[in-house]
């Protein structure tokens, strides 16, 4: 089944403890970005990726790094949490086309950082 | 970046048709319009996307008049089950696409 993965679902932390979001997916997609949604801001986009070892800034990158050593997986790095990072952080992939902007959506992961 | 302006809110009943309309006065000549869906904790999904003139999948119609500043996504016959948040996305790739707050679509029975 084509999807987007993510784990885990559901993450408690405390400030300061690295973590790490994993994403994957089995499409073969070029591009994989990084949302975050919060209540009344929609989803915003932290960091994306238009293929292996090309990352770049969204809107909303302050506190968060990526890395994509590999085309299928796109983890989201908080490297010092705090509590203002909690959120729902959704990943997401397409193939890069200039005429079809399909993009396929992980589960979320819903973080709380305490 | 095209900004994108559509109701916070709708409410509907089972088996009527629902037309959402988001408008985007400064849309650029490349630009595609493509709607999202989204239930409660879970990831948008892609509805339809169009450039011009109507479009017709499935799931929905979406209709776009000739100057493009406006589009409507239409739902025939909606069931409980479409209650979710819809999206309108305009640019030529997700690096210029927002999302903005959506439109809450509420059915009711």
């Known amino acids: 089944e084509a999807q987007v993965t993510q784990n885990p679902r559901y993450l408690i932390t405390v400030t300061g403890k690295k973590l790490t979001v994993t994403c994957s997916q089995n499409?073969?997609?070029?591009?994989m970005s990084w949302y975050r949604q919060d209540p009344g801001l929609g989803l915003r986009q932290i960091y994306y990726?238009?293929?292996?070892?090309?990352?770049d800034k969204g809107d909303v990158p302050e506190g968060y790094k990526v890395s994509r050593k590999e085309k299928r997986n796109f983890p989201l790095i908080l490297e010092s949490p705090s509590p203002n990072q909690t959120s729902l952080y959704f990943c997401?992939?397409?193939?890069?086309?200039?005429?079809?902007?399909?993009?396929?959506f992980g589960p979320g992961t819903r973080l709380t950082v305490l | 970046l095209a900004k994108t302006t559509q109701p916070i809110s709708m409410d509907s009943y089972e088996g009527q048709e629902v037309n959402i309309t988001c408008s985007h006065n400064?849309?650029?000549?490349?630009?595609?319009i493509t709607w999202y869906q989204q239930f409660p904790s879970q990831g948008p999904r892609f509805i339809i996307q169009?450039?011009?003139t109507k479009v017709t999948n499935e799931v929905a119609s979406l209709f776009i008049p000739a100057d493009r500043k406006s589009s409507t996504l239409s739902l025939p016959r909606v069931s409980l089950s479409d209650t979710a948040v819809y999206y309108c996305?305009?640019?030529?790739?997700?690096?210029?696409?927002?999302f903005g707050a959506g439109t809450r679509l509420t059915v009711k029975p």
């Open positions: 990726s238009m293929n292996v070892e090309v990352t």
């Open positions: 996305l305009v640019g030529i790739n997700n690096n210029d696409m927002r």
């Open positions: 997401a992939s397409r193939l890069i086309s200039r005429t079809y902007n399909e993009q396929f």
């Open positions: 169009g450039y011009k």
């Open positions: 400064n849309i650029a000549t490349n630009d595609y």
């Open positions: 499409m073969n997609h070029e591009y």
